[in-house]
Nanobody
Framework: QLQLVESGGGLVQPGGSVRLSCAAS????????IAWLRQAPGKEREFVGA?????????YADSVKARFNISRDNANKNAAHLRMNGLKPEDTAVYYC?????????????????WGRGTQVTVSS
């Protein structure tokens, strides 16, 4: 069964940090673009960032650039991470990882074939 599972969410104070993880089973993330997307209450799902290629190329939404970092797990080809620093209340959302096999990447949610169920991140004091 092809599956992505996110972990690491929770309650974080403003200015704090958290690392989310994404684990794949039933297929390999090697050779796939891995994206993180988020959906806040009452808002559409939005692109946060992605990692692709053997070189680990990345791209980020302007709202998170310089605060968030996406990486593949060097020890586990079927895992990836989203490190979030300097968290703000507006970063509160359900965070999803998604995978798109093949070369390239996309900011468009419809281009991703496999999705996790999401993990809640709440930024509040």
């Amino acid at each position: 069964q092809l599956q992505l599972v996110e972990s690491g969410g929770g309650l974080v104070q403003p200015g704090g940090s958290v690392r989310l993880s994404c684990a794949a089973s039933g297929f390999t993330l090697d050779g796939s673009a891995i994206a993180w997307l988020r959906q806040a209450p009452g808002k559409e799902r939005e692109f946060v960032g992605a990692v692709w290629s053997e070189l680990g190329d990345t791209a980020y939404a302007d709202s998170v650039k310089a605060r968030f970092n996406i990486s593949r797990d060097n020890a586990n080809k079927n895992a990836a991470h989203l490190r979030m620093n300097g968290l703000k209340p507006e970063d509160t959302a359900v965070y999803y990882c998604a995978a798109m096999p093949g070369p390239g990447w996309s900011r468009l949610t419809d281009h991703y074939n496999y999705w996790g169920r999401g993990t809640q991140v709440t930024v509040s004091s």
